[in-house]
Each structure stands twice: as structure tokens, then as C-alpha cells.
């Protein structure tokens, strides 16, 4: 079921809902991994339970403006694609789409949660396909057109 979310806790809640029912595959857009709603151990945890259950169908892409941030600050999740470098990957965003600010997460082709700017009002919807399936295509356009980022190909050094 749809629903309105307005603020930070919300918006990590929703994230943490989201990340814990997937089974298969996670995109996440956001221009620079927000730490409010990306760095936490149930996040990483989450994650990681996807990738040991599903095996090789795991596939968690991240779709990033700027990731010096994360790198440099310790990011979780930075940490993690340094130890499930066969299951993520990280990609910058290219220049024709680095201006805009959503956010989105999308599981499984099912269930999603889209920021459309800065902020932390959006919606969210854990059993929506055609949403979800609309997102996907859009993220799937933009992951075609990113490049592997500098900033994280160390980590896999």
C-alpha cells in the first residue's frame, strides 16, 4: 500500500522496510548515498542477508553524483561493496543526469521508495510492480549511461 513519508525517521524506516523483504535485487539512486537514510547496520545487514540467500541471483546496484563523502567518511555500505564485490556495484552518475537530487530505491521490481528532491518527503510503496517496474526502467536508462566511479574502484583493490 502506498504511503506519504515526511520526514528523516520515516524515510529510514522506510528504507530498512524495503531492504529487509528483498529477495533477489536492490537499485538504489542517490546522489550521495545520504547517510540518514543509507548508514546503518540494519541497512548492511540487510544487504548482506540478501546476497547470502540469494547467492549468485544477488545483484545490489548503486547509482551515485558523488561518492567522495561515503569513501571518505567510512561509509557502511562502502565498507560492505568492499567485501560483496561480485554482488554490488557502484557507478556515477552521468553528467546529463547528475543535476537531479531524487532518491530512490527500488527491490525486486516490486517494491519502492522515491525522494524527488532534497528532503525527506516522498512515497513508498513495498508491493507496487507497475511503480516499481517504471522506476527500474528509469534507473536501468541511467545505470547504462553512468561509468564506474574512481572514488570506489579502490575499494576493490
Given at each position: 500500500?502506498?504511503?506519504?513519508?515526511?520526514?528523516a525517521?520515516?524515510?529510514?524506516?522506510?528504507?530498512?522496510?524495503?531492504?529487509?523483504?528483498?529477495?533477489?535485487?536492490?537499485?538504489?539512486?542517490?546522489?550521495?548515498?545520504?547517510?540518514?537514510?543509507?548508514?546503518?547496520?540494519?541497512?548492511?545487514?540487510?544487504?548482506?542477508?540478501?546476497?547470502?540467500?540469494?547467492?549468485?541471483?544477488?545483484?545490489?546496484?548503486?547509482?551515485?553524483?558523488?561518492?567522495?563523502?561515503?569513501?571518505?567518511?567510512?561509509?557502511?555500505?562502502?565498507?560492505?561493496?568492499r567485501?560483496?564485490?561480485?554482488?554490488?556495484?557502484?557507478?556515477?552518475?552521468?553528467?546529463?543526469?547528475?543535476?537531479?537530487?531524487?532518491?530512490?530505491?527500488?527491490?525486486?521490481?516490486?517494491?519502492?521508495?522515491?525522494?524527488?528532491?532534497a528532503?525527506?518527503?516522498?512515497?513508498?510503496?513495498?508491493?507496487s510492480?507497475?511503480?516499481a517496474?517504471?522506476?527500474?526502467r528509469?534507473?536501468?536508462?541511467?545505470?547504462?549511461?553512468?561509468?564506474?566511479?574512481?572514488?570506489?574502484?579502490?575499494?576493490?583493490?
Amino acid at each position: 500500500m502506498r504511503r506519504r513519508i515526511t520526514s528523516a525517521g520515516e524515510s529510514g524506516d522506510a528504507v530498512t522496510e524495503l531492504l529487509a523483504a528483498a529477495r533477489g535485487t536492490v537499485d538504489i539512486l542517490s546522489p550521495g548515498l545520504d547517510p540518514v537514510l543509507f548508514d546503518h547496520d540494519e541497512v548492511v545487514a540487510s544487504l548482506r542477508t540478501l546476497v547470502v540467500n540469494a547467492g549468485r541471483r544477488a545483484r545490489v546496484r548503486l547509482l551515485l553524483c558523488d561518492s567522495t563523502a561515503a569513501v571518505r567518511g567510512g561509509h557502511r555500505l562502502m565498507g560492505l561493496a568492499r567485501q560483496l564485490t561480485t554482488a554490488m556495484e557502484i557507478r556515477r552518475l552521468a553528467d546529463e543526469d547528475a543535476g537531479d537530487e531524487a532518491t530512490w530505491v527500488i527491490v525486486d521490481a516490486r517494491g519502492v521508495a522515491q525522494w524527488p528532491g532534497a528532503g525527506y518527503e516522498g512515497v513508498v510503496d513495498p508491493d507496487s510492480r507497475a511503480l516499481a517496474m517504471r522506476t527500474a526502467r528509469l534507473f536501468s536508462e541511467r545505470w547504462e549511461r553512468a561509468e564506474p566511479d574512481p572514488e570506489t574502484r579502490r575499494l576493490t583493490l
